[in-house]
């Protein structure tokens, strides 16, 4: 049973950085395509941002040059380093494994003006 769980989220000033981590259990990380996504209130859930298992990565234009995701294969575990945090930013954020179809609880970032 593969399950992902969020963590890193808080209250951070606009302009502020923030670390979210996800770690899987289970032995589906190494091999698999992991993503971050975010769903703001009223909003639709997002891509954040991809990163394959050779480490191919893709961004949000919106988050493009403010945002990077790693994995750490030996530790079942993806990031997103978020730097200069805008309000708009403000969502619960949550990691993805698309082959299994399973998402994490989600943790909420919240960026204040």
């Known amino acids: 049973q593969v399950q992902l769980v969020e963590s890193g989220g808080g209250l951070v000033q606009a302009g502020g950085s923030r670390r979210l981590s996800c770690v899987a259990s289970?032995?589906?990380?190494?091999?698999?395509?992991l993503g971050w996504y975010r769903q703001a209130p009223g909003k639709q859930r997002e891509l954040v941002a991809m990163?394959?298992?050779?480490?191919?990565?893709n961004y949000a234009d919106s988050v493009q040059g403010r945002v990077t995701i790693s994995r750490d294969n030996t530790k079942n575990t993806m990031y997103l380093q978020m730097n200069s945090l805008k309000p708009e930013d403000t969502a619960f954020y949550y990691c993805?494994?698309?082959?299994?179809?399973?998402w994490g609880q989600g943790t909420q970032v919240t960026v204040s003006s």
């Open positions: 990163i394959t298992s050779g480490c191919r990565i």
């Open positions: 289970g032995r589906a990380f190494s091999g698999n395509t």
């Open positions: 993805n494994l698309p082959s299994y179809g399973k």
